[in-house]
């Protein structure tokens, strides 16, 4: 089990890499509630908007009566989720397509935000470079901080699996952000 302080959630982000409104404890599994409602492996932080109002009650099973929506703690969400450059996720999966659908991950808003920082987080990292290289020590480290809070961490971390991945990365990064990444390996660690 992964454990909720290792999840990639730095402020102005929650789970399944949205952008934070209001967070409220929410069930896990909701079947469990009788017997342990209150249990902590049984409890995920959750947008209020996104658990009141889009997932509501819905809690999909397969037909051996496993859970079909990714659970953060459990599942690393890049492996059921594809990220595009146009903010808007592909499933990888069968948990994947039912998270998008049950949580409406593909919303305009969400999909745009996720857009928005597909296009800052390579400026940042470059302007990180750039302040190494000339010795600007203290604003390279306000650019590592304004990475590490940017909203929709979660585009950061794709960020960094589609540079490890030689099929995506010649046609979604740069050149020059891969150097930076090659230069910099620290910024790995940044999530």
């Known amino acids: 089990m992964r454990r909720i302080e290792r999840l990639p959630l730095s402020p ?18 909701p079947r469990a509630e009788a017997s342990r409602p209150f249990a902590w492996e049984n409890l995920l932080l959750g947008c209020s908007h996104c658990n009141s109002n889009v997932k509501k009650h819905q809690f999909p099973l397969d037909a051996s009566g496993q859970p079909l929506l990714l659970d953060p703690t459990q599942d690393e969400p890049l492996d059921h989720l594809l990220f595009s450059e ?85 046609r979604l990064i740069t050149p020059e952000c891969l150097a930076v990444l090659r230069a910099h390996p620290e910024i790995t660690t940044w999530l």
């Open 12 to 29: 102005g982000t929650l789970e399944f890499l949205r952008k934070r409104t209001l967070a409220v404890v929410t069930s896990a599994d």
């Open 86 to 170: 146009t903010g808007r996720y592909k499933h990888r999966s069968r948990k994947g397509k039912t998270s998008i659908q049950v949580f409406d991950l593909n919303r305009t808003f969400l999909a745009e935000g996720r857009r928005d920082a597909w296009i800052a987080i390579p400026e940042l990292l470059i302007r990180y470079a750039q302040h190494k290289a000339a010795g600007r020590h203290e604003r390279a480290q306000d650019v590592e901080q304004a990475l590490r809070r940017y909203p929709f961490s979660g585009v950061f971390a794709a960020f960094l699996r589609i540079a490890k991945s030689r099929s995506f990365r010649r």
